[in-house]
């Protein structure tokens, strides 16, 4: 009987092996990114680059493009045109372009979401222009521009003022509560590719932007953060100067209120900052100079802040999440309800900042 | 089912037995012991008789014979029966005897043996055994260690012993001896620390060995194999040694040796698998640094078994967890390669086994040379030829390095070819089958056992005291107490407190 049982479990692993497909990895062509343009018609516009890597090290890279109504189909269409099948197993980069964005990105990103070859680390960014033409363009900084695009926006993510995103981001911000989600934007210049700034979506559609400066204050109020710069425009007497402060660590704390069914928000910034740069006929040895730029620097950040609100609350936004603070505190809480009240809720901001270092930087 | 499979058993038709060809009589035994050329049998001359005088003449110590022996015979005047020559040798050994069958082994063994009569039946047998041509005590080759003792056991067993009791000058050291081997004879002396020792692994050793019922014992690989609770398992289940200061090691933590004479490897058991990676050297250097080595050792086991399975898994099945930054080297290696990863990987490990088995077979300097030229020629030439890709080449070259650091040899190559079910399934299945041969192994493992005695102990079951001389080894001052895997009796706790202090004055 075990001998029996030991050729069955031989056979179960011989026969069963057959119903595992292979994929080796110089057998299947890598999709590294995927762009999607708007066409009239409701059709769609799919560049996609995958990378030829050469014996000699060397990687190259090609596109390949197709137009169709769905982005499934659209890769059907390119395997049409492809030596090797197209896999989404090594997917880094998802491009939308802004107008197809206006009209709402959903089945790409649930279709996407749904591929199990597709990691949830992937990046998603809206191109201001062209996302065919920023693909295929050939870039000095990097040989492949999906490399390039996930390479820049995780040392932005990393250093500068972009707060953290990707695909599982964007989908806990869209299918919850009370959030909306937010992407990069990302332009094609002549030779380089550069982050604009964030892209703001109302559900699914793309409604808004802000820009570099704006990001800043963004993350600060999103997650709170570690990292970014801000250039402070000073002014002394008759003098103008612009200083910039680094970011050492800026934390956010909301605080609401219920008043006659109305949530009230208090949001409370505090900075702590580092002075990098300033204009030399400020003297630092005065305390009053640094007090100065912390003035400054908070008043603008303030000003920031409470606009970058303000916006939300026009566009009907909400990639902070008050719905979702709300929703946390409360039990019974009504989304709908809450939408209704969004634009007209009272936020107070709060701006509290330190400039702790102004020598020796970094 | 499979009925045609099976063979009938064929009627046994050797029954030739040599084990119990004893002559019934000395005329006999001397008749048919001169059909050998180096048997000598001849008359000699004595004060107040003739006598004669036969052995082997391989077997025999000639300077002690023409010595100690033959002068006495010839010259002694006392010398009136054969009781007398107990008196007038300066031998210790000199027995009067009519027992053939003693007479007959005696010979075999190097006595000599006196009579009056050609075929008289009482004999006095003269020790008188040849130990010139042994060889001597020499470093160790196989377990080499820079620091610590350098000594290796050798082919004779008493030499064994001699290494083994000079460590431990103690009544308690106990060598039982049996013999086995129905042509051989072999002497297998059962080696243990009396107190210290379970007895009941003694009485399983004592009881598996006497039961061996071979012709010949060439080596104690062969009891190693027989005296195996699980004779299918590619693991070794008992310690394999040639190191007389790992076996007293051993011994003080109440595991019990076998040597067999011919052998210059002793066997230890009941053994866990961690003891395995466990090099002498571990408890030569510090603590820390035993501790790191040993645990490098492990990593290094890891390694050597799933490096190449992963890279087939990963390069057939998972593409998608290639980190980026990765993508390019891997690809790039393997653009030009007419093979499917696993074939590749196949290619590459068989000729690492290939230049392996060369170089054991062949001599030393050849052997070394072969290493060399082979390794670098045919890995850079497979990968000029589009054959491996180099990144591979790396994996394998480094996983065969990994396999050799383990210190005992049998397990190393138990290591080295655990690997090739984890390819097969890997190639298969991808990472599903990587896990599925690795609980099929761990099944097995946990099943195991060395001597009845768990062979996953301290891990499963887990005796936590006994982990401080397992993956790490602790210093000496918390390894007081033996293994309680082993069954032996624990010095009681103010004693180890009492122990642990260091009896400095300045107190």
């Not at chain 2, 001699?162 to 002396?189: A, Q």
């Not at chain 2, 007419?338 to 990987?345: D, G, H, N, R």
Request: charged share 25%; with cysteine.
């Amino acid at each position: 009987m075990i001998k029996k049982g030991r050729l069955i479990l031989l056979l179960i692993v011989l026969l069963f092996s057959g119903c595992v497909p292979k994929q080796i990895i110089d057998e299947v062509q890598l999709m590294h990114a995927i762009g999607f343009d708007e066409l009239p018609d409701e059709n769609i516009k799919g560049t996609i680059t995958y990378p030829i890597f050469n014996p000699d090290g060397n990687v190259r890279v090609e596109t390949l493009t197709a137009v169709s109504h769905t982005s499934r189909f659209i890769r059907s269409m390119l395997n049409t045109q492809s030596p090797k099948t197209l896999t989404t197993g090594q997917l880094r980069v998802v491009l939308f372009n802004d107008r197809f964005a206006d009209n709402g990105i959903l089945e790409i990103v649930n279709s996407l979401y749904r591929d199990p070859n597709v990691g949830n680390r992937l990046y998603l960014a809206v191109v201001n222009g062209s996302t065919n033409k920023l693909l295929t363009t050939n870039y000095t900084a990097a040989p492949l521009p999906s490399m390039y695009i996930t390479d820049m926006l995780e040392q932005n993510i990393n250093t500068e003022n972009l707060p953290k995103t990707n695909l599982h981001v964007f989908l806990y911000s869209y299918y919850g509560e009370g959030m909306d989600p937010f992407l990069p934007i990302i332009k094609a210049r002549e030779k380089t590719i550069q982050l604009e700034g964030i892209a703001l979506f109302r559900g699914e559609k793309y409604v808004g932007k802000l820009d570099h400066k704006e990001s800043f204050a963004f993350k600060v109020l999103l997650e709170g953060s570690k990292t970014g710069h801000y250039e402070v425009e000073v002014k002394k007497g008759k003098r103008r100067g612009h200083a910039v402060v680094r970011n050492i660590k800026g934390t956010t704390t909301y605080k609401v209120k219920k008043v006659n069914g109305v949530p009230q928000f208090d949001v409370k910034i505090k900075i702590l900052g580092e002075l990098h740069e300033y204009p030399h006929w400020l003297n630092l040895e005065e305390a009053s100079n640094i007090a100065l730029i912390e003035k400054t620097f908070k008043k603008q950040v303030h000003g920031e802040a409470k606009s970058i609100i303000n916006k939300f609350q026009r566009l009907k936004v909400d990639p902070l999440g008050f719905g979702d603070q709300v929703r946390r505190r409360e039990k019974g809480w009504d989304f709908k309800e809450f939408q209704k009240q969004y634009p007209d809720i009272k936020i107070n901001v709060t701006t509290e900042v330190e400039v702790v270092e102004s020598g020796v930087i970094e | 089912m499979l009925k045609w499979l099976k063979k009938k058993p064929k009627e046994q038709t050797h029954t030739i037995d040599l084990s119990n060809n004893t002559f019934g009589h000395i005329r006999e035994l001397i008749d048919n012991s001169l059909e050998s050329a180096d048997f000598i049998h001849y008359p000699q001359k004595t004060v107040h008789h003739s006598i004669f005088i036969s052995y082997y003449k391989a077997m025999i110590d000639g300077e002690l014979l023409h010595r100690d022996v033959l002068p006495y015979l010839i010259h002694n005047k006392d010398f009136k029966s054969l009781k007398d020559l107990k008196d007038i040798l300066p031998i210790e050994s000199v027995t009067i005897t009519n027992d053939i069958k003693e007479i007959q082994n005696k010979l075999l063994r190097g006595f000599i043996v006196v009579q009056f009569g050609e075929y008289d039946e009482e004999c006095a047998i003269i020790r008188a055994e040849n130990f010139a041509t042994n060889r001597p005590v020499s470093v160790s080759e196989i377990e080499f260690s820079v620091i610590g003792p350098k000594e290796a056991f050798i082919e004779n067993l008493d030499s064994n012993l001699y290494l083994i009791r000079r460590r431990l000058p103690v009544p308690e050291l106990r060598f039982k001896e049996i013999v086995i081997g129905k042509f051989s004879k072999t002497r297998v002396i059962i080696a243990y620390l009396e107190g210290v020792a379970d007895q009941e692994n003694l009485n399983t050793v004592m009881q598996r060995i006497k039961d061996i019922e071979l012709e010949i014992i060439p080596d104690s690989s062969y009891l190693e194999q027989i005296i195996s609770d699980n004779t299918k398992s590619v693991f070794p289940q008992l310690i394999t040694t040639e190191r007389p200061d790992r076996v007293v090691a051993m011994l003080n933590y109440g595991q019990i040796a076998i040597l067999s004479e011919g052998s210059p490897q002793a066997l230890l058991g009941p053994t866990g698998i961690s003891e395995y990676f466990a090099s002498p050297e571990d408890y030569y250097l510090t603590w820390i640094l035993g501790s790191l080595f040993r645990f490098i050792r492990f990593i290094s086991v890891i390694f050597s078994t799933f490096a190449t399975p992963l890279y087939v898994a990963v390069l057939t099945f998972h593409y998608q967890m290639i980190p980026k930054d990765l993508l390019a080297p891997l690809i790039s290696s393997r653009v030009n390669i007419p093979f499917p990863p696993v074939l590749e990987v196949l290619f590459l490990e068989l000729t690492i086994e290939l230049l392996r088995e060369a170089g054991a077979r062949l001599p030393t300097k050849v052997g070394q040379t072969l290493g060399i030229v082979g390794g670098i020629v045919i890995g850079q030439a497979s990968v000029e030829a589009g054959l491996t890709s180099n990144i591979l080449l790396i994996i394998v070259s480094l996983s065969a390095l990994a396999s050799f650091t383990t210190p005992i040899y049998k397990m190393a190559n138990t290591i080295r070819i655990l690997r090739f079910p984890f390819i097969f399934f890997a190639a298969l299945w991808g990472g599903v089958g990587i896990i599925l041969a690795m609980s099929f192994i761990l099944v097995h493992l946990l099943r195991l056992e060395s001597l009845g005695r768990p062979y996953m102990q301290p891990i499963y079951p887990p005796r936590l005291l006994d982990m401080t001389d397992t993956v790490f080894r602790l210093p000496y001052n918390r390894l007081l107490k033996r293994p309680i895997s082993l069954g032996t009796e624990l010095p009681s706790k103010d004693k180890v407190k009492e122990m642990r202090k260091k009896k400095d004055i300045d107190e």
